[in-house]
């Protein structure tokens, strides 16, 4: 195709205009481009152009946090739904728990100890339990069920201690 502008040359660029909402195409050589003030060597390139776009936003970017010791970041955890190793739930910990509590409604596990599990273990599990009550009858203003759980608790709490006082 032959440039639109000087009819001699075969056209190597094509410019597209837009005013006031109508469309234009031309087809020009570089020597009529050129004389026109359009240098389509200095044109940014797709790339280009992105890789400026998001240097732009470089700052606000922050380094993606990684387990310490196997170097997993959370996208990887989250995209696969697999730790990379036991220190990743503790580094991630913050990320994690609102996760936890969508999908179980609690953070902590509610469920039966082990029978292998120490005493301390199982007078914590059942300390805990007694505070739950302890608040739910707070909230219905049942003080004196109140003070009975919060007795039972001191108790359990002395005896875990090894205090007698």
């Given amino acids: 195709m032959l440039c639109q502008n000087c009819h001699k040359n075969e056209a190597t660029a094509t410019v597209t205009q837009s005013l006031n909402g109508e469309m234009s195409v031309s087809h020009l050589c570089g020597e009529c481009a050129a004389k026109l003030g359009l240098n389509f060597g200095a044109f940014p390139t797709l790339n280009s152009m992105l890789s400026d776009f998001f240097s732009d936003f470089a700052p606000m970017t922050r380094p993606v946090p990684r387990c310490p010791l196997c170097g997993a970041s959370y996208e990887e955890f989250a995209r696969t739904g697999k730790a990379g190793?036991?220190?990743?739930?503790?580094?991630?910990?913050?990320?994690?728990?609102?996760?936890?509590?969508?999908?179980?409604?609690?953070?902590?596990?509610?469920?039966?100890?082990?029978?292998?599990?120490?005493?301390?273990?199982?007078?914590?599990?059942?300390?805990?339990?007694?505070?739950q009550q302890l608040a739910e009858a707070v909230s219905k203003q049942e003080f004196e069920e109140a003070a009975k759980l919060r007795d039972q608790i001191t108790a359990l709490e002395k005896e875990d201690t090894g205090d007698d006082k």
């Avoid at 969508?102 to 301390?120: D, Y």
């Fill in 85 to 131: 190793c036991a220190s990743c739930y503790t580094t991630f910990y913050d990320q994690l728990l609102p996760s936890l509590q969508r999908l179980h409604g609690k953070t902590r596990h509610n469920g039966k100890l082990p029978g292998s599990a120490s005493v301390k273990a199982r007078v914590a599990d059942q300390a805990e339990h007694l505070k």
